[in-house]
Each structure stands twice: as structure tokens, then as C-alpha cells.
């Protein structure tokens, strides 16, 4: 999922998606992977144009390649990289909402208590060894840009930047995360339990850990053996209840949530009783599909 909006950064892709041919090879590649020839073929192009287009698409996200072993030779395929593209339209000029920001690393947890399959890493090495939980007290953990546990729960404190006088409209969450199986899975469903301030507000099935193809900003060392990207979900607390990209998660109202003078607390598990125990990967800024540490944000007027 891509959230964009009106800024001019956004531009490109907006670009990307202004052309006929590219909405062709969007819908081609939705349908199965294919490489350049294939998609050339398709479209009665060569495949220097078809490369050129494909190459806009790569740029911005919308389109992934990975190289396959297919019919005795290596192809690198084609495949969509998101499955759904939002634009935030500007607010009315008139009003007076306002935003504190957060964005927290993946490393920068406070708590934990995780079980194997797990591990952590930088954006060029592996900390420590595989399924060894105690590394995730390894002090290179604040370097971490993904993390990953088989059932368990990672914990971070957020500073509470609201004022007295400022009246909070909603809290967002916004995290890219996936299942954890042994390796590689599409279908190994994770019941993953979200709870802020001491207050579950619902749980995500994820459906499984990673997909076709590598992370757009996974690093080249990474192994393709293992995960490789999530799902950008967005979590909002309001007074109407608890909404997991857009659609209602649970009745849990701001009013609900009790508001500590300096801090939030944002858990993050896998329960033990859970229906679904299959892991839970966090991937960072320079991991997975959208280069971006976990954000919370306080929407508030004065």
C-alpha cells in the first residue's frame, strides 16, 4: 500500500501512473509475474520501450523484480510491489487540526519477551545470531531495521507531546509488518495483537510472511530465503472506535485509552493462546516495501 498526497514529492509517481502502456503493464504483471519479454510481447512493443516503462514503475514502488531460475535460464520477473495506492486530499483551510509526529525505530523497544524463530538486524549485518533472544539486549539493537519472533511481544515508549489545553481528534499508527515463518511463507497466517497504554485495541491476521520477489529497499546481502517485506497497515484511534485501514477493528475509543502525562506505550505480540501463533516481523527504514520506521501521530487542535 502506498499513502501518498498533494506534495510535489509525490509527483513522480503520479507520472509513473499518467501513461496507458504502464497501466497495461500494471494489470499484466497483477495477473502473474512476467519479465520484459513477456510483457514486450503482450504489448506489441520492444523491449527497450518496455524496459523504460517498467523502469518508472521500479522507481516508485509500484513494481518489483527478482531473479528466477525458469526454463533453464534466469529471468529476472516482474511483479506488483503494492496492492493499493491512497492519495490524502489537502483539509479545509479553515481548519485547525494539528499533528505531533513520531517516527521510532525499529531497535528502540524499551521491553520484550519473544520466542524462536527470532533476530535482529542493521541495514548491513545480521546482531548477534539467529533464535537467540538475548540479543535482542545486544546495545546494537538501537541500530536495528527489522526484527522478527515466533510468539511473544517488542514495547515501545513514545513521548507524549500533547499539551494542557490541546484537545486530541485521533491517534495514528502507521508500521510495515508481516507473519514470521521458519523462512519463507505467503500463507502462514499471525495473529498479531496491537495494545496502547495498557489497552488492547484489536488484533491483525496477517497472512503471511513476506511474498513474490524482494523487498524494494531490502539490502542486496539480505538473503532471498527469508522475509523480505510486509504490509503497510495504518491503525487510527478515534471517538467513533479503532479502524485498521479504514475498516472498523474494534469499539476502543479515545475515551477508552488513559493518557499518561509524558509518555505512550505501544505493544506489539503474538499472544501464546492466540488462534493463529505465527510470528510477527517489523521492518524499518532501509527493509521491506516502504522504507519507513514506525510513525505515530496525535491529531489535536488547540
Known amino acids: 500500500m502506498i499513502r501518498a ?3 510535489a514529492e509525490w509527483l513522480p509517481l503520479y507520472e509513473a501512473l499518467a501513461s496507458e502502456v504502464r497501466l497495461q503493464i ?9 519479465n520484459v519479454k513477456d ?9 527497450a520501450i518496455v524496459t523504460m516503462h517498467v523502469r518508472k514503475l521500479q522507481d516508485v514502488g509500484i513494481i518489483q523484480s527478482k531473479m528466477v531460475r525458469k526454463d533453464g535460464g ?17 483539509q479545509e483551510s479553515g481548519s485547525s487540526s494539528k499533528v505531533h509526529e513520531v517516527a521510532i525505530p525499529i531497535g528502540h523497544y524499551t521491553q520484550f519477551d519473544v520466542y524462536p ?9 545480521i546482531i548477534g545470531q539467529y533464535d537467540d533472544p538475548r540479543y535482542f539486549l545486544d546495545p546494537e539493537r538501537m541500530h536495528a531495521h527489522i526484527l522478527w519472533f515466533g510468539r511473544g511481544f517488542v514495547e515501545y515508549k513514545i513521548p507524549n507531546y500533547i499539551l494542557a ?6 491517534i495514528e499508527l502507521s508500521l510495515e509488518i508481516g507473519s514470521e515463518a521458519p523462512s519463507v511463507n505467503p500463507n502462514w497466517p499471525s ?10 485495541l484489536g488484533d491483525w491476521t496477517s497472512p503471511g510472511d513476506s511474498g513474490n520477489g ?25 471517538e467513533q472506535g479503532t479502524f485498521i485501514d479504514g475498516q472498523l477493528m474494534s469499539g476502543v475509543t479515545l475515551s477508552d485509552i488513559p493518557v499518561e502525562r509524558n509518555q505512550w506505550t505501544l505493544r506489539l505480540s503474538v499472544e501464546e493462546d492466540a488462534r493463529h501463533v505465527g510470528g510477527l516481523t517489523l521492518y524499518g527504514e532501509g527493509f521491506g516495501n516502504y522504507n519507513q520506521d514506525i510513525l505515530f501521530r496525535v491529531y489535536y487542535q488547540e
Open 5 to 7: 498526497n498533494t506534495d
Open 74 to 90: 534466469t529471468h529476472k520477473m516482474n511483479s506488483l510491489a503494492v496492492d493499493w495506492i491512497g492519495i490524502s486530499m489537502p
Open 26 to 34: 500494471i494489470r499484466l504483471v497483477a495477473e502473474s509475474p512476467k
Open 214 to 238: 524482494r523487498g524494494v529497499f531490502t539490502p542486496d546481502w539480505w538473503s532471498e530465503s527469508v522475509n523480505q517485506y510486509g504490509m503497510l497497515k495504518v491503525l487510527r484511534i478515534t
Open 117 to 125: 524463530t527470532c533476530g535482529l538486524a542493521t541495514s548491513s549485518h
Open 191 to 200: 495473529d498479531i495483537t496491537f495494545t496502547l497504554n495498557g489497552i488492547k
Open 165 to 170: 489545553g490541546q484537545h486530541m481528534e485521533a
Open 39 to 47: 510483457i514486450a510481447a503482450a504489448l506489441g512493443l520492444s523491449s
